[in-house]
């Protein structure tokens, strides 16, 4: 048929085109290569061009990630460091404990009343462990934190509620004291593992509608620690002497140490509270004296509420310690001890 393509062996390919009248020849080099050069310029052209557009995303892809890594990083270390800057004061609170000063500061911001001198009671007296007494500090030490203020009589009982719940949310515990006083109407000692305080609501006796005061003092228990140490010496020479037992002596204070004008001795002081197991006084305290003789040993004298008669130095070393000091005579005639 006129209009079927023609093919011969040679190694041109002959074909007609339908739509064409005449034949198109396409010349191949033998065995393929010339095609196959042709495809391979074609490809490494079009992996030329590839090239640039790679890099550029390559670029491009390095780029979003390093700022996502930096933007994680930055994140990571200023949310770490607001963690930091927010959890130090708990963190500083934890490693040094509970303070008196603190617990002071936490009421004052819930007290209400009418700020007052300072009227506050002493802290609670605590018996150390290993010790065989008791030790208390003072209001009128610098050491003891303390607040005081008038509360009208209609807010009193629910503003000592509040610091009492107060106290307790913090980790205290309550111990509530029976008054010997009518006009106390509470008296509670706080205890914490750091920190002691005395709680005291009181009133105006007769006169119902006056304001009442309420008190707190609080002292740090390694204080009371180191006072301790301080009156050890002095109450082991006290050892069981006195009337009330020596487990229900609270010494009060440092002692006051005074040279002697007797060179090598000393004298000393030191108020001492018996206390009932109800923690109510079981005496009206008295004055413990003591003195050191050239041993550096301390001796108990004697517990005294006044001037100590002068038959009562009836030794060399009491005459020494004391010598100079006042004695009573027994026509209530105010002397001095001598050698």
């Not at 610091?163 to 706080?190: C, M, N, R, S, W």
Request: proline fraction near 5%; charged fraction near 15%.
């Amino acid at each position: 048929m006129d209009n079927q393509p023609t093919t011969t062996d040679s190694g041109n390919h002959t074909s007609n085109n339908p739509n064409t009248g005449s034949p198109t020849v396409i010349t191949a080099s033998p065995g393929g290569d010339e095609s196959r050069t042709s495809a391979a310029l074609v490809a490494e052209k079009k992996k030329r061009r590839s090239r640039p557009l790679l890099v550029v995303l390559l670029a491009l892809l390095i780029a979003v990630l390093g700022g996502v890594a930096t933007m994680a990083v930055y994140t990571l270390y200023f949310d770490t460091s607001h963690v930091k800057q927010t959890s130090q004061p708990s963190q500083v609170i934890a490693e040094r404990g509970l303070s008196a000063s603190d617990v002071i500061s936490s009421l004052q911001q819930n007290m209400t009343g009418t700020t007052v001198p300072e009227r506050a009671p002493n802290p609670p007296a605590v018996k150390i462990a290993g010790k065989a007494f008791y030790t208390q500090l003072q209001a009128a030490n610098n050491l003891v934190a303390s607040r005081s203020e008038t509360v009208t009589s209609a807010q009193a009982d629910v503003e000592r509620v509040n610091l009492l719940k107060l106290l307790k949310d913090q980790g205290f515990e309550e111990k509530k004291i029976a008054p010997d006083d009518t006009e106390v109407i509470y008296l509670g000692e706080l205890t914490h593992k750091d920190v002691v305080c005395t709680l005291q609501q009181t009133r105006t006796l007769n006169n119902s509608a006056a304001d009442h005061l309420i008190s707190v003092a609080c002292a740090n228990m390694i204080d009371y620690t180191k006072l301790a140490g301080v009156q050890q010496p002095f109450m082991t020479a006290f050892g069981t002497g006195g009337s009330v037992s020596i487990q229900q002596i609270t010494a009060i204070g440092a002692p006051t140490i005074v040279a002697s004008s007797t060179k090598g001795y000393q004298t000393a002081e030191l108020p001492l509270m018996g206390y009932a197991d109800d923690g109510m006084p079981a005496s009206n305290g008295s004055m413990a004296l003591f003195y050191q003789t050239p041993d550096q040993t301390w001796h108990f004298f004697k517990a005294a509420q006044s001037i100590v008669p002068c038959s009562e130095y009836n030794s060399v070393d009491l005459k020494k310690a004391y010598s100079g000091g006042r004695c009573m005579a027994p026509n209530n005639q105010e002397l001095k001890v001598s050698l």
